[in-house]
């Protein structure tokens, strides 16, 4: 398809790229609401209170929203609302504080006495297919095959913040990947690993694998809480490699979420592989 150059701007204004694990395409943006939806809207939902607070914000604050987006398209009003949303819905009073590790749901690692091992993992096979919606049909689903092939170098990223304690000799908090690679005949596995500290309070891990002996096939994620009890708090995860992110559910918005119908060869987040019964995972707002 040919675009005239002066209608270039109007062109991508009104349309947007979807989700690439569902499949490469883009679709024209949904039309603006009438003035009686948007009336309905306004009186189920909280979006009047926080365009109100919002209003009142001086340049500096909607700034310091904006800074902290974690999306690849920056926006201040998206951030603090979704933010400010979960304040409203837990009770809590006064207006929500930017912060760079985390915004609004962080994934909550809980490992209660009695209990002292959890392990989460996340599963990334070179390819594999996913059921996704129909538009415009309401029970219609077709298959569509993801490819992830990885490429070196891969960065895994992790925001943390841990309050646990040892029960133990070998105690450990660690979020890594399990690297394949093919040598010499052999299906070896290589681990690239971000130590978490027992206690800390927020802040980043990651680490970058570049290369490896032969070659890289696949790799699965990990998060393993080995001796310990307490709480570990995660958000803004990352295994970046061939240009993209390729974690799901990155911003922790719901990571007790393990299977999905769309994802019916792999689990859609996180999948328990160790989760004795005092050891409990899900999102959360941190107050």
Same mark, same amino acid.
Not at 255 to 268: K, N, W
């Given at each position: 398809?040919?675009?005239?150059?002066?209608?270039?701007?109007?062109?991508?204004?009104?349309?947007?790229?979807?989700?690439?694990?569902?499949?490469?395409?883009?679709?024209?943006?949904?039309?603006?609401?009438?003035?009686?939806?948007?009336?309905?809207?306004?009186?189920? &939902?909280?979006?009047?209170?926080?365009?109100?607070?919002?209003?009142?914000?001086?340049?500096?604050?909607?700034?310091?929203?904006?800074?902290?987006?974690?999306?690849?398209?920056?926006?201040?009003?998206?951030?603090?609302?979704?933010?400010?949303?979960?304040?409203?819905?837990?009770?809590?009073?006064?207006?929500?504080?930017?912060?760079?590790?985390?915004?609004?749901?962080?994934?909550?690692?809980?490992?209660?006495?009695? &209990?002292?091992?959890?392990?989460?993992?996340?599963?990334?096979?070179?390819?594999? #297919?996913?059921?996704?919606?129909?538009?415009?049909?309401?029970?219609?689903?077709?298959?569509?095959?993801?490819?992830?092939?990885?490429?070196?170098?891969?960065?895994?990223?992790?925001?943390?913040?841990?309050?646990?304690?040892?029960?133990?000799?070998? &105690?450990?908090?660690?979020?890594?990947?399990?690297?394949?690679?093919?040598?010499?005949?052999?299906?070896?596995?290589?681990?690239?690993?971000?130590?978490?500290?027992?206690?800390?309070?927020?802040?980043?891990?990651?680490?970058?694998?570049?290369?490896?002996?032969?070659?890289?096939?696949?790799?699965?994620?990990?998060?393993?809480?080995?001796?310990?009890?307490?709480?570990?708090?995660?958000?803004?995860?990352?295994?970046?490699?061939?240009?993209?992110? #390729?974690?799901?559910?990155?911003?922790?918005?719901?990571?007790?979420?393990?299977?999905?119908?769309?994802?019916?060869?792999?689990?859609?987040?996180?999948?328990?592989?160790?989760?004795?019964?005092?050891?409990?995972?899900?999102?959360?707002?941190?107050?």
């Amino acid at each position: 398809m040919t675009i005239a150059p002066e209608l270039e701007d109007r062109y991508f204004a009104s349309v947007q790229t979807m989700d690439r694990f569902v499949i490469p395409r883009i679709r024209a943006k949904t039309g603006p609401l009438s003035k009686a939806k948007i009336n309905k809207l306004k009186a189920r &939902s909280n979006l009047n209170a926080i365009a109100t607070l919002w209003n009142n914000f001086t340049d500096e604050q909607r700034t310091a929203w904006k800074t902290i987006d974690p999306h690849s398209q920056k926006h201040g009003y998206r951030t603090f609302c979704a933010d400010q949303n979960q304040r409203i819905k837990n009770g809590l009073s006064g207006v929500a504080t930017p912060n760079e590790y985390h915004q609004d749901l962080v994934g909550q690692i809980l490992i209660e006495a009695g &209990s002292e091992e959890i392990k989460l993992a996340q599963f990334h096979p070179s390819s594999y #297919w996913i059921n996704y919606k129909v538009p415009g049909k309401k029970n219609m689903f077709e298959p569509s095959e993801v490819e992830e092939r990885l490429s070196l170098p891969l960065a895994l990223a992790i925001n943390y913040k841990s309050d646990l304690t040892s029960t133990g000799a070998g &105690s450990f908090a660690r979020f890594y990947a399990t690297v394949r690679r093919l040598y010499q005949g052999q299906n070896l596995d290589q681990d690239l690993i971000v130590e978490i500290p027992l206690s800390s309070g927020w802040t980043e891990g990651e680490e970058e694998l570049t290369e490896v002996v032969g070659v890289a096939i696949f790799y699965n994620l990990y998060i393993h809480l080995y001796k310990v009890t307490g709480t570990l708090l995660i958000d803004n995860i990352r295994a970046t490699h061939s240009g993209q992110n #390729w974690v799901r559910d990155p911003f922790c918005k719901k990571i007790e979420q393990s299977f999905d119908r769309g994802f019916s060869q792999i689990p859609l987040h996180w999948y328990p592989t160790t989760v004795p019964f005092y050891a409990s995972y899900k999102s959360i707002y941190p107050t």
